[in-house]
């Protein structure tokens, strides 16, 4: 299994970036997915997950009204667009997956992850 987080970067505040996940070696329409991240000296958290087919979301209230997560199990893809980005949401930001047609926004209910793409939002 391969989870290829990709689209990080340097952005202004108030800004927008989008972040992809292409997975591979797994039946992506089989799985929930989720994106997390993780600041210097912080404990990963939980942003945002989706159900196997999109029809659901749930969102942490840091980033809700900001971020929308979607997919394409067309392309095995999964996507997190963030707007009006703060300096806060700067992490390395992780995409995982789970063989569970519900989605959590618990680290632990994953069983596979993203190398990580970096976020840094400057002030």
């Known amino acids: 299994v391969q989870l290829q987080a990709s689209g990080g970067g340097v952005v202004q505040a108030g800004g927008s970036l989008r972040l992809s996940c292409a997975a591979s070696?797994?039946?992506?329409?089989?799985?929930?997915m989720g994106w997390f991240r993780q600041a210097p000296e912080k404990e990963r958290e939980f942003v945002a997950t989706i159900n196997y087919s999109g029809g659901s979301t749930y969102y942490a209230d840091s980033v809700k009204g900001r971020f929308t997560i979607s997919r394409d199990n067309l392309k095995n893809t999964v996507y997190l667009l963030m707007n009006s980005l703060k300096p806060e949401d700067t992490a390395v930001y992780y995409c995982?997956?789970?063989?569970?047609?519900?989605?959590?926004?618990?680290?632990?209910?994953?069983?596979?992850w993203g190398q990580g793409t970096l976020v840094t939002v400057s002030s």
């Open positions: 995982a997956a789970r063989y569970y047609l519900g989605s959590s926004n618990y680290p632990n209910d994953y069983a596979y």
């Open positions: 070696g797994l039946t992506f329409s089989g799985c929930a």
